[in-house]
């Protein structure tokens, strides 16, 4: 009879602990893992804004560098599809010795694989395709 009274104490201060555990974990990698979603935000939105470097009138080899030093950074937190797509803009611009001989077409696609695959690794997926992606030059 008295091991029923200590159980009936025992499990729920049992059930609370390993509940309270539990939220405790969840709450934690649920935080960790909009912080790290925010910084891949902003990252991804730098990168996106130093892209003009490569398209139209913004041209610009400030621009180019700079995006070539995020570009590296990236490394460290960008998905493997997001490495991939930017390695395949890198390599338009080899090819093309760094100059503007760059087919636009070719160009537009690669810059706008960039953004599809950042949309895909914040958001988990989309719709859209490298030609909804556009820049629009700002004319003085």
Do not use: H
């Not at 990168?47 to 490569?54: D, H, T, V, Y």
């Not at 139209?56 to 570009?71: A, V």
């Amino acid at each position: 009879m008295e091991i029923k009274y200590v159980l009936l104490v025992l499990i729920p201060i049992i059930t609370a602990v390993i509940s309270s555990y539990l939220t405790y974990y969840f709450t934690i990698k649920s935080k960790r893992s909009e912080a790290i979603l925010k910084f891949k935000e902003e990252k991804y939105s730098n990168l996106l804004i130093l892209l003009q470097g490569f398209v139209g009138r913004t041209t610009s080899p400030e621009l180019k560098r700079k995006f070539f030093e995020e570009q590296y950074k990236s490394w460290l937190y960008s998905s493997d599809d997001v490495v991939k797509a930017i390695n395949k803009m890198v390599q338009l611009v080899v090819d093309s010795r760094g100059g503007n001989d760059i087919d636009p077409e070719k160009g537009r696609e690669a810059v706008g694989n960039i953004a599809v695959e950042m949309r895909k690794d914040l958001l988990g997926k989309t719709k859209l395709a490298f030609n909804d992606f556009r820049y629009t030059d700002v004319v003085d």
